[in-house]
């Protein structure tokens, strides 16, 4: 049931870009994206819903193969704040909603 | 708007024991859930909502009971702690297909 994501975690410089994935095995109604830091409670990125419909962040960018059941978060020009866990979280029916394992994002300036 | 209230935030239970973790949302959201996380994972769904008087299992129930008797409150209840249930607790409401807003969290710890 839950999304796979990867990688598992990233070590980025200040600038550089990176793609996190998010795949499922059942058809998805939605996908979400969310960045944890340590000890905090997840925060909102992104909604990518079926049909095309987006709603973020204006930093933040994603997409949605509904075909294939995948998502990818795009970061660009990594900032320090961007350092956390990433989560995907997808749902196929309304009602029962997976989070992924997590990706560790680390920015080094 | 207070957003998603979780109480206690810490809690240390001996085996055995039982406990209720409180939730409340003041946002009017239809669907909310509980997760538990434990270190270094991801969010294991435990239970979940759609309304008042609505509920259902996730991926990992056992153990917790939940019931959902206004919109506003979703408490979580452990029926006799054990040291598997060491876990940060988060509870989630939203709205339709939004976005979950979570709570800040109870760091459950079972000796």
């Known amino acids: 049931q839950q999304p796979v994501q990867s990688p598992q975690a990233v070590i980025l410089r200040e600038g550089e870009d990176a793609v996190i994935n998010c795949s499922s095995s059942k058809a998805l109604y939605s996908v979400h994206w969310y960045r944890q830091k340590h000890g905090e409670a997840p925060v909102f990125l992104m909604i990518l819903l079926k049909g095309g419909e987006q709603k973020g962040h204006e930093k933040i960018s994603a997409s949605f193969n509904e075909k294939k059941q995948q998502s990818s978060l795009y970061l660009t020009a990594s900032q320090l704040s961007y350092s956390g866990t990433y989560f995907c979280?997808?749902?196929?029916?309304?009602?029962?909603?997976?989070f992924g394992s997590g990706t560790k994002l680390n920015v080094k300036p | 708007n207070a957003g998603v209230t979780q109480t206690p935030k810490f809690q240390v239970l001996k085996t055995g024991q039982s406990m209720t973790l409180q939730c409340a949302q003041d946002m009017n959201h239809e669907y909310m859930s509980w997760y538990r996380q434990d270190p270094g994972m991801g969010l294991r769904l435990i239970h979940y909502?759609?309304?008042?008087?609505?509920?259902d299992q996730g991926e990992v129930p056992n153990g917790y009971n939940v019931s959902r008797s206004t919109t506003e409150d979703f408490p979580l209840r452990l029926l006799s702690a054990a040291p598997s249930q060491t876990s940060v607790y988060f509870c989630?409401?939203?709205?339709?297909?939004?976005?979950?807003?979570f709570g800040p969290g109870t760091r459950l710890t079972v000796l």
């Open positions: 989630a409401s939203r709205s339709g297909y939004n976005e979950q807003f």
């Open positions: 979280g997808t749902g196929s029916n309304f009602n029962k909603f997976y």
């Open positions: 909502s759609v309304g008042a008087g609505i509920t």
